[in-house]
Structures are given as C-alpha cells and as structure tokens.
C-alpha cells in the first residue's frame, strides 16, 4: 500500500490502512528553506521550488503532502499588498477595503493570469508529474472568512460582523465565489484534494454563534463545491476549535486537521465517527524541540486518536522553517510503525 492509497483509505473511515498515515500538514514552506530556495526565487523560478520540495519528500516522505503550499498566490489581483519575506509564508501589509460601505464596489477577478498564481501551476504541475499515484497531492487554499478579512482587515471584519452584518455577508459571499472560481486552476491539474484552510475562524477569536452565521454556510459552498467534483477536502482552523466541533462534523469535510490547543481524545470523541482527523503535535514547544519530545507526543496522539481509524498523525499546523529535519523524521517514524489497534473501521 502506498502513501495515497493509505491516506484516502483514512479519509474513507471505511477501511483500515496498513499503517497510521502521516502529513505535515502543510510543509511547502519548511522544505523551501531546508533546501536553500528562498520565496522570491520560488516564485521566479519554480523549477526551484520542486527540487526543494523533492528533496524533503525524499528526507521526509510523507504519505501526503502539498503541491501548492502558496496559498495566497492571488492576493495582489485583489488589490491586497503581500509582503514576501525569504522564507515562511508571505504577510499583508496592506487590506484595500478601507471601508465596508465599498463592498459594493468588488468586481469578480481572475486570477489565473497573476505570476504567483503561475508560479504555483507550474511547480505544482511538476511535483504532480513526481508524485501522483504514489503519495497523495493536495493544493492548500484559503476559506471565504480568512480572504475576507485580508481583503478587510480581520479586526475590521469582526466588528462589521456587529454593526453592518449585511455588508460583512456581501464581502463573504465575494470572497466565497473569488475562492470557487481559483480552486478549479488546481482542480484541472487532478489533484488528489484541498486543504481548506480558515485561521482567522479560531475559537479564539470568534463565538459559536459568530462561527454558525459568518463562518460556516460559506465554508458548506466550498466543501460542497470540491466534493461534487470527487475530490477529497481537508479542513483546518487554528487554535482552540472545541467548541464548535459538531459544526465542523455537519460541515462534512472529509478530514479536519486540528491545532495542538484541542484535546485529541476530545475530538475523536466529538467527531471521529464522522470525520477522519489530523493532527496535533505542537508545531512549537514539540516539533522544535528534540526527538524525544516528539517520540512522546506522537505516541500520545496515537493511543488517543487511532482507535478504528480516521486518524493521520501530522503536526497541529505549519512545520515552521526552523523545524529540524530529525524532527520531522521521528514523527514520520512514529507513524510508519504504528499500526491501528485491533478492531473494525469507523
């Protein structure tokens, strides 16, 4: 059994895999700079890029992994000014939509002719050419809430959310159709599936309530969406998501990839039924620090998660660039030998 065979057989929760499988799960970044490629020498010469990402596949071989890891490729067509620093993830420096009134004002855009956007397709069409049938190759982009608010400002979004609830639903609704019509660039190079990612839907900073109107119907479209096309999607949110873990199991992604700041057991007892997890070893205190301390709380993370399937062991977010490959290495080895307890499949 291969890794993309022992991943979806996870996201199935009908059949056990062979063994527990392991994502990082988004170490597009972390490979850029372990293998000496800055992110402006990505973007200008992606070819660059897949050798950097096929060399720590074969340091760290995942079972799956990204293909598309810039996950705000588009932001500058949308007038957001990204800051591309040479290595993580590029920040925003600038949100165009000074005021919510201008709502009215976005106009549909297509992204597909951006140098970033290009930069992703060639590099994710190369890795792809690598990868496809041995391991399982998703694109990672952003969910409506999170765009909405770089195109807003997030503090700015969240208080629109209070006082003009309908203008915040209109920028949602933009950010949801800006979103569905990107994500058939990489549906059209076959990935295997989208990691759906929505970091500003922390339970830290909003409500359930906040979570249920604002959140959770635009996300639906876009599950929805990818999942008519047959493809598998992959839901993360940071931080503490307890509280809105039924939520996210009538949301129906095919996976949640889960932070560190939420119990395991919690979880799987939640959700685990219904949705295949991933995750959660501390991108932090854990994955930089020793191989002991992974050892530890990777087999933590398997006595709590493993029980009947739909469990990836994987970090509880991004491999940060200073994340040692023996690290990275120990937790893959972990997994690799771990085998689900005894017992029929979810």
């Not at 597009?28 to 010469?45: K, R």
């Not at 096929?54 to 800051?83: H, M, T």
């Not at 069409?125 to 399982?136: N, P, R, S």
């Not at 503090?155 to 639903?169: P, V």
């Amino acid at each position: 059994m291969n890794g993309r065979e022992r991943f979806a057989k996870a996201l199935s929760l009908t059949e056990l895999p062979d063994r527990v499988p392991v994502a990082p799960p988004f170490q597009g970044y972390w490979a850029l700079d372990a293998f000496g490629v800055t992110i402006p020498e990505s973007i200008a010469h992606p070819e660059k890029a897949v050798e950097a990402i096929v060399k720590a596949q074969d340091a760290c071989p995942f079972d799956a992994l990204e293909v598309v890891w810039d996950w705000f490729a588009f932001l500058d067509v949308l007038g957001v000014k990204s800051g591309i620093a040479d290595a993580g993830s590029p920040i925003v420096l600038e949100n165009p939509l000074k005021s919510i009134d201008e709502v009215v004002d976005l106009v549909p855009v297509d992204t597909s002719g951006d140098e970033r956007v290009k930069a992703t397709i060639v590099a994710a069409e190369a890795l792809l050419k690598e990868f496809q049938g041995e391991y399982f190759c998703y694109a990672t982009i952003p969910l409506p809430f999170t765009l909405a608010g770089h195109i807003r400002d997030a503090a700015r979004l969240m208080s629109d959310m209070i006082k003009h609830a309908e203008q915040a639903h209109q920028l949602l609704d933009y950010s949801t159709e800006v979103i569905l019509k990107h994500l058939k660039l990489y549906a059209e190079l076959n990935v295997d599936g989208f990691f759906i990612c929505d970091p500003s839907a922390s339970g830290n900073l909003l409500s359930p309530r906040h979570f249920e109107a604002f959140v959770a119907p635009y996300t639906k479209r876009v599950i929805d969406a990818v999942h008519e096309i047959e493809m598998s999607t992959i839901m993360h949110i940071c931080g503490d998501t307890t509280k809105v873990l039924p939520m996210i199991a009538e949301l129906a992604p095919s996976a949640l990839s889960f932070d560190h700041a939420v119990d395991p057991a919690v979880a799987k007892q939640a959700i685990g039924d219904s949705v295949c997890l991933l995750g959660n070893l501390d991108p932090s205190d854990t994955m930089l620090a020793d191989v002991d301390a992974v050892t530890e709380a990777a087999l933590a993370c398997l006595d709590k998660c493993s029980e009947g399937g739909g469990y990836v062991l994987g970090a509880g977010c991004d491999l940060a660039v200073e994340t040692p490959i023996e690290n990275i290495r120990t937790m893959i080895d972990v997994g690799h030998a771990a085998e689900y307890p005894a017992g029929k499949a979810l």
